[in-house]
């Protein structure tokens, strides 16, 4: 995406306007935040109003459906044959959906019909006793048994947890709407090729071993590791389960995650990487670096999973509940934006980008703007889908959704405001890739914060974007999307905001623990634990996916090459740029790097062909 951060000492120049524009923000934002977190605290939220309807249905069915059946096996002497009109009265009235079904099911029960005709009863305390044949014909046509609700639950769920997949899957497109706007015309057909098929040829590597290296887990083997899984490759079954594998939903929905983070790093490498170079590195990045990430976060062994229960597995899982990363700042976003830098960085810059930036200007507002969009809108399945449950969750997805819209509402605002201060002008950039920098932002915590916390992430994500961007263009490192700083600047920063702002009802409702958890954010009266573990989290991260980019990027460049020749169009702006750097100060002569960079990043043929050109 096009960069419009500007060189130090325009910087210089702003400062003290940016100082003031960030101070007149966030003291703003202070007073929302405690007028709101005021007015929250006053609010009741006790619903008991002792009606008689207010419980749970599935529940009072199940256990009415028990009791029923235990009287028709005689397994219950003291209840056959014997209930009260009263109390069977109230049992239906409670489970039934409404209040009409409720009369027609009780009349249908008319101690006065049947067995009691004739009979009267002056009280409204009678224990006038009924057929139980009719409650059990009435209730096997109106209630499910246990395994049909069951199944109606698992159903009801997996359907959820497709339809998250689709919006998350279709981010893709957004992504490559992002790309296509974000750089020179003639290059776009490419970009969108690339993202086609790195789709295509991620879930049949996922298919093979990375599903198996994220979540891959048989107790049964000697492998069983924290660090990555040992089962499951090629979707088989463990030695340990007797039946096939089943657990498609899950399948098809991680891929999706593991699509976008190899995703993200296209955009970094736009206009100059090789196609099968770059279909290398995304099935390596999604398949190995995101996977191992992914079984340390989210398996159910991985050393920084909450849900290690160490007690079970055996396996050592620091700190008292492990990182929390409700949908993925780290494993996901920082991963991908770590990679992306590092990618760009060994590549080199496209031809001309810092000397001649205004011919990398002209770009696509309407693609961008769609991709955007598309994004945003995806962001309800990559948050609220991470439940992968409907049931129960109804109030969790609501809040998720509500803390994922106001951050990044929040960091669109923010950074549109910080743009004008920069600039005078609102800027559409600026506006875009704030919005995008708080989605990120509120990732990792969008189930455990506070709505008033989310808007406060979301500004504070839009400064990590600020200050990201304008240290890679400071380094003269060519991120067309500003990928790095959307992404890995902004995971970074939201990793952390758990161990800040994360409450104590909100780690317990979410990750399902029957007591309250140990550690909290600090800022609602918890320990700093959970900030050293989110702070260890994103470190291990930095590292592993340093190191491994690193590896990956210069093995590609050395041996099978990496950036693809210049076109005549570039080579002919290069040859310019080179003879502008020769005609420099008092006209000494300098050495010709950018060319030389650019000849040096192939093989040695490419590097005979480029001299051709």
């Not at 083997?221 to 499951?232: A, D, M």
């Not at 983070?261 to 990045?285: D, K, P, Q, W």
């Not at 409700?326 to 060994?346: D, E, N, R, S």
């Not at 800022?523 to 190191?547: K, P, Y």
Request: hydrophobic share 40%; glycine share 8%; aromatic share 14%.
């Amino acid at each position: 995406m096009k960069n419009y951060l500007f060189k130090s000492s325009s910087l210089k120049r702003h400062s003290y306007k940016f100082i003031f524009s960030f101070l007149l923000v966030f003291s703003l934002l202070i007073i929302l935040t405690f007028t709101s977190f005021k007015l929250s605290s006053n609010n009741d939220f006790n619903n008991s109003n002792n009606n008689d309807f207010d419980i749970h249905v599935s529940d009072k069915v199940l256990r009415l459906n028990k009791l029923i059946s235990s009287e028709s096996e005689g397994k219950n002497e003291d209840v056959d044959n014997k209930l009260t009109l009263n109390n069977n009265k109230l049992m239906l009235a409670k489970v039934l959906f409404d209040r009409e079904q409720s009369n027609t099911i009780m009349q249908s029960l008319n101690p006065f019909t049947n067995d009691n005709k004739g009979t009267s009863s002056s009280s409204t305390n009678s224990t006038t006793t009924i057929n139980t044949d009719d409650i059990l014909t009435t209730f096997n046509t109106t209630f499910v048994t246990r395994n049909e609700f069951n199944q109606l639950i698992g159903d009801v769920n997996g359907a959820w947890t497709i339809i998250a997949t689709a919006l998350v899957f279709f981010m893709k497109a957004g992504f490559a709407y992002l790309e296509a706007g974000s750089i020179r015309k003639k290059s776009i057909d490419e970009i969108l090729l690339k993202n086609l098929v790195d789709a295509c040829c991620g879930i049949l590597v996922y298919f093979l071993i990375g599903f198996g290296i994220s979540y891959g887990d048989d107790p049964t083997l000697k492998t069983r590791n924290s660090f990555l899984g040992n089962s499951e490759f090629l979707l088989t079954k463990r030695a340990s389960d007797t039946t096939s594998f089943n657990n498609w939903t899950f399948f098809i929905f991680q891929w999706a995650f593991s699509a976008i983070a190899s995703t993200i790093v296209s955009g970094a490498v736009g206009e100059r990487c090789m196609f099968h170079a770059y279909l290398i590195y995304n099935v390596v990045i999604g398949n190995w670096i995101y996977a191992c990430v992914t079984h340390w976060f989210w398996s159910t062994t991985g050393f920084l999973s909450p849900f290690n229960d160490s007690s079970k597995t055996g396996l050592y899982r620091i700190g008292s509940i492990g990182v929390l990363d409700f949908a993925g700042c780290g494993p996901v976003h920082m991963t991908g934006g770590i990679a992306a830098c590092l990618a760009a960085y060994v590549l080199g810059p496209r031809p001309g980008r810092f000397e001649r930036p205004h011919l990398y200007a002209e770009g696509n507002s309407s693609l961008t703007v769609m991709g955007t969009f598309i994004l945003w809108f995806g962001w309800f399945g990559f948050n609220c889908g991470s439940t992968m449950a409907v049931y129960g969750y109804g109030q969790l997805l609501g809040k998720i959704a509500t803390t994922t819209m106001l951050s990044s509402a929040s960091g669109s605002v923010s950074c549109l405001l910080f743009g004008y201060v920069f600039t005078r002008k609102l800027e559409l950039i600026w506006c875009m890739n704030g919005l995008l920098a708080g989605c990120v932002s509120i990732t990792s915590g969008c189930s455990i914060v506070e709505p008033y916390a989310a808007i406060i992430i979301g500004f504070v994500g839009s400064c990590f974007y600020v200050v990201g961007s304008k240290l890679v263009y400071a380094a003269k490192i060519d991120d067309p999307v500003d990928a790095t700083a959307v992404h890995g600047f902004c995971g970074f920063w939201g990793l952390l905001t758990v161990g800040i702002f994360s409450t104590k009802e909100g780690i317990k409702s979410t990750y399902g623990l029957t007591t309250n958890p140990t550690t909290w954010g600090f800022f609602h009266g918890g320990s700093f634990e959970q900030l050293g573990m989110q702070l260890l989290g994103a470190i291990l991260i930095l590292f592993w996916t340093t190191i491994n980019s690193l590896l990956l990027f210069f093995s590609i460049k050395y041996i099978i090459g990496f950036r693809k020749l210049p076109d005549s169009e570039d080579a002919k702006m290069l040859m310019e740029i080179e003879e502008e750097l020769k005609m420099t100060k008092n006209g000494k002569e300098l050495k010709p790097l950018l060319f030389s960079n650019v000849a040096n990043s192939g093989t040695s043929q490419q590097q005979e062909d480029l001299e051709l050109v």
